[in-house]
């Protein structure tokens, strides 16, 4: 493992370019090339790394490079969205660019199981079921080199985004996507979300495990971190070669990110605005706003969190997804276990994103009563009968101002779903996990 981290001005395109070309030296004899990318979600430096990685294989005459999406359950990226993410002006003839296509079954593989023990013994009993392993088939393609780019920032299922996880589940089958973002709600979004050592992890790492045994290429991981000061800065970025190097260049990331992305308060919060970045284009996306804000303490009870995003128009941009969320709507865990018990064959991973959206609450089954601990409001551009609808507040995002959100009390953050918050007093927790 190695990396290269500059904290206080950023790492520079020229310096992000020797560091990636000194990696790659020791593969110069590679013809095929695989690079697997995050999607338009994330918020990172991929650009600035791709083409110092074509420039090294072009010099040795490489036959093919194929890009491909690790997009998950999110929508197709469009070509030109993809040259845009890559920083790809003029797309050689060597190049393709691929879409992960999660629900097509033609384009998977199963390659093995985790077992329901694992599984039972890692969610102390919640989830009973096994994980089935499948994954994009391009995997499994004659590569001499696959190169995974991944960015390391808290996530509300992994703890941390990057590494591993750009595979299992980033690249893996719908079975995957759900049964994962379910294990994960079940113990808890307040207990992964910005840790490293987590349940989510193990069944990631263990998942990941069976691809690597499998895929014959070599495999290394460009893994990302970067900070916000009005731009985008590239802070560190750490260098792995196979299941461990991906393993350790991880968790090297993980602590640089703690301390970009983590921001301590005082005290409990009454009311937080989320502003989200456009790339959060459906609620999907945009309820990162939630999740952030739900360690313990940090919102008062029944204090608000609203999620301000004027171009977000829909739930999810799959239309059955979109059905299955104003079906269900947004509810706690306990009410959204007693709606599954009738309907046992529910996406999971819809059920787990109106879970961590809500946040925590209690369900009366005899009387059919739901507490919620938060309300939930958002400033979009889904109409007010449809927030409802779903459970959800509804605030007209024209009419939302910054000046009524300046008291100890209250948040207004202008980087929403970027940070991770916290209270102050917890601060030393992260040095020990």
């Not at 308060?265 to 605005?273: D, F, G, M, Q, R």
Request: aromatic residues 10%; positive net charge.
């Amino acid at each position: 493992m190695d990396f290269l981290i500059d904290i206080k001005s950023g790492i520079n395109n020229c310096e992000l370019a020797e560091f990636v070309c000194s990696k790659l030296k020791k593969f110069r004899n590679a013809g095929k090339v695989l690079i697997i990318h995050p999607d338009y979600t994330r918020l990172d430096f991929t650009s600035s790394l791709v083409q110092p990685i074509i420039d090294s294989f072009r010099d040795r005459q490489v036959k093919k490079i194929d890009f491909l999406n690790a997009g998950g359950t999110h929508r197709k990226m469009a070509e030109s969205e993809i040259a845009l993410k890559l920083g790809i002006k003029d797309k050689e003839d060597y190049i393709d660019y691929h879409n992960h296509e999660f629900d097509k079954k033609e384009k998977l593989v199963k390659i093995g199981e985790i077992s329901a023990d694992f599984v039972r013994d890692k969610t102390e009993g919640q989830v009973r079921d096994k994980i089935p392993v499948i994954v994009n088939k391009m995997l499994f393609d004659d590569y001499d080199l696959i190169i995974a780019l991944s960015g390391t920032s808290p996530h509300e299922a992994a703890g941390f985004s990057g590494g591993l996880k750009v595979f299992f589940p980033g690249v893996s089958g719908p079975e995957v996507i759900n049964l994962f973002h379910w294990a994960a709600v079940l113990v808890g979004l307040p207990n992964i979300i910005g840790t490293s050592g987590n349940v989510s992890r193990d069944i990631i790492n263990k998942g990941a495990s069976y691809i690597f045994k499998k895929i014959q290429s070599q495999l290394i991981s460009l893994n990302m971190v970067s900070a916000e000061r009005q731009k985008l800065i590239p802070s560190g970025i750490f260098y792995g070669e196979g299941l461990n190097g991906f393993m350790e260049a991880y968790e090297a990331a993980v602590r640089l990110s703690r301390q970009l992305h983590i921001k301590y308060i005082s005290k409990p919060l009454k009311a937080a605005v989320q502003v989200m970045p456009e790339c959060y284009d459906e609620m999907w996306l945009a309820g990162k706003g939630s999740y952030k804000l739900q360690k313990p303490g940090v919102m008062q009870e029944n204090g608000e969190i609203i999620i301000y995003a004027p171009n977000v128009r829909c739930f999810h941009s799959n239309q059955i997804m979109e059905n299955e969320i104003l079906n269900l709507g947004y509810h706690c865990k306990d009410y959204v276990l007693e709606f599954i018990k009738s309907k046992p064959g529910f996406n999971k991973n819809v059920a787990s994103h109106v879970i961590n959206v809500t946040g925590e609450g209690a369900y009366d089954t005899r009387n059919k009563n739901e507490n919620k601990k938060l309300k939930i409001t958002l400033a979009t551009s889904i109409p007010r009968a449809i927030c409802k609808r779903v459970g959800l507040g509804y605030i007209d995002p024209l009419k939302i101002q910054k000046k009524d959100f300046s008291g100890e009390d209250t948040l207004w953050e202008n980087e929403g779903g970027k940070y991770l918050y916290d209270l102050a007093i917890n601060r030393n927790r992260y040095l020990l996990d």
